[in-house]
């Protein structure tokens, strides 16, 4: 599991690649914190999963702690391009109803 | 008929052999990708449990069985521990609950289950552990 990271003007965003379970919810949310907090006058946060091959319902939990924190700040979370295997997991979920899919 | 078992440690980083094995075990079947990704992801959420929820810093031992069967295209899996149990299993299955707020867990590691999959169940017993029991049916296509 890895995590990369782009800004483009107020978007933050977050590149997830490989597969994300338990093991490595630690690390990445304080990745995805500490990105966030870092950056000053942000508006959008995407994750793009376009490479992550796999998911659990860790991944449902990280994303609603993220929204919590995020929606405090006032800053929009966005879904782009979840591979098939992760979206039947987020839409299953209802994720995408307070996080579009892009 | 064919038959494994994998008996490994309560860790995080055992998530990974768990559904990699799973997969591999399947794979004479040719499942569609679909198919294999519910495999995968009903064990992950079930090791998963096992390995965040069954032992606390009390027990030595903290192991998990990982055990399958195949027959007639009918994948039987069960994910056994031998920890502390789950308290109250009706609150443990509804979509959401969880004991592990603090920690962000969502609490929808059993509805996956039992989406992903077409038969689940658990038997638990305080202090003696807890079996999930994950049935798939891949002649079902």
């Known amino acids: 599991m890895r995590i990369k990271f782009q800004i483009v003007g107020d978007t933050l965003y977050l590149f997830l690649i490989g597969e994300l379970d338990e093991h490595y919810a630690k690390g990445v949310k304080e990745f995805i914190d500490e990105k966030v907090d870092q950056q000053k006058n942000l508006k959008n946060v995407i994750f793009n999963m376009q490479e992550l091959s796999f998911m659990d319902s860790t991944g449902i939990g990280i994303l609603l702690g993220r929204y919590k924190k995020c929606k405090k700040s006032g800053l929009n979370i966005y879904i782009e391009n979840p591979s098939l295997a992760v979206d039947k997991v987020l839409s299953l979920s209802g994720i995408y109803e307070i996080m579009p899919k892009i | ?141």
Do not use: C, W
């Open chain 2, 1 to 141: 008929m064919n038959k494994m078992s994998l008996r490994f440690d309560a860790r995080s980083q055992n998530e990974y052999l768990a559904r990699t094995a799973i997969s591999s075990f399947v794979l004479e079947l040719n499942p569609s990708v679909e198919q294999l990704n519910d495999v995968k992801t009903a064990v992950s959420e079930a090791v998963t449990n096992s390995v965040v929820h069954a032992y606390d810093s009390s027990y030595k031992d903290k192991e998990i069985l990982l055990e399958a069967s195949l027959e007639d295209k009918v994948l039987r899996i069960n994910v056994i521990d031998f920890g502390r149990g789950i308290d109250n299993l009706d609150e443990a299955v509804k979509p959401y609950f969880t004991t592990k707020k603090e920690v962000e867990r969502s609490g929808m590691g059993f509805t996956i289950m039992k989406m992903f999959m077409d038969e689940f169940s658990i038997q638990t017993a305080k202090g003696k552990g807890t079996k999930v029991t994950l049935v798939k049916n891949f002649a079902k296509g």
